[in-house]
């Protein structure tokens, strides 16, 4: 019996520590964690500033880490009511923590700057930024071994 319980608090302490090269879990759960915070942004997102933002959308795979810094980066402005300018500040806080990646490529392709990409009111922004974070969840649920993205452009 009581090893039984050692065995089942080894099990349920192993499952608790995430080694260091689970990084795949680890960006899972922080993309997730993204889409959360930019349904809760969409609420708290001034609709009524007339700046429009860099807004990338059909980004290469290639070119998501990129893709990313640009929506981390945009100067997002918060809706005029007190409560949910407070709520806005913490989550823009934790859009713009860093992601783990994939891999480091010693040599990465070249992608377009952030000031390059159409501009966009905010909600259609969020919205971008929520579809670029869903294919990223699911391609690497999905990858394809054999699927090359380069196309031929890579060196």
């Known amino acids: 019996m009581e090893r039984t319980i050692i065995y089942c608090l080894i099990i349920i302490f192993s499952g608790t520590v995430v080694p260091k090269h689970s990084s795949p879990i680890r960006r899972q759960t922080r993309i997730v964690q993204l889409l959360q915070i930019v349904e809760q942004l969409k609420t708290c997102v001034n609709d009524t500033d007339p700046a429009f933002l860099p807004t990338p959308e059909n980004v290469e795979k290639h070119c998501e880490e990129s893709a990313i810094k640009c929506f981390q980066a ?9 409560e949910k300018k407070m709520r806005f500040d913490i989550l823009v806080k934790q859009l713009r923590r860093k992601l783990p990646w994939r891999e480091d490529k010693k040599s990465k392709p070249k992608c377009p700057p952030c000031d390059s990409f159409k501009e966009k009111p905010p909600q259609e922004f969020l919205d971008s930024l929520r579809s670029l974070l869903q294919k990223m969840i699911s391609y690497d649920q999905h990858p394809h071994p054999h699927h090359h993205h380069c196309r031929g452009h890579c060196t």
């Open 74 to 82: 945009a100067p997002l402005t918060p809706s005029n009511n007190e």
